[in-house]
């Protein structure tokens, strides 16, 4: 994995994805889950709870998280299989606006959905 991973003119500098793969290697069974935002001083990542009834498949964050922040990427983790978005990645984030950031646990690497709308 490089210094950073690029899109448009953001910038997920090593620090950050650094945040994003420990909160996601918290848990080798259930999806981690979690939003990187604007603030005062920069990039913020927000670790969030995974409200899913099947955490072990999907993830679901608190749409009040959402409203409360300037979310610039939702990210989460895919435990057994490839960063490649599935269809659900790909609808939700097409829906959010927002680009997603996944971390495969299996295969220790990041990936990027640029959804329709970046």
């Given amino acids: ?17 650094k945040q994003v793969k420990a909160y996601c290697l918290g848990s080798l069974i259930e999806e981690r889950c979690g939003l990187i935002v604007e603030s005062a001083s ?3 990542v927000v670790s969030c709870k995974n409200e899913s009834s ?3 498949y999907h993830f679901m964050i608190n749409l009040n998280i959402f409203i409360e922040n300037k979310v610039l990427y939702v990210y989460h983790s895919h435990v057994n299989c490839s ?3 599935s269809i659900t990645d790909k609808l939700y984030s097409d829906e959010l606006c927002i680009p997603f950031l996944i971390y495969s646990i299996r295969d220790d690497e990041f990936g990027i959905y640029n959804n329709i709308s970046v």
């Fill in 83 to 85: 960063v490649k978005p």
């Fill in 54 to 56: 099947f955490p072990e």
């Fill in 1 to 17: 994995m490089g210094v950073s991973l690029v899109q448009k003119d953001i910038h997920l500098h090593k620090a950050i994805l």
């Fill in 42 to 44: 920069g990039m913020k």
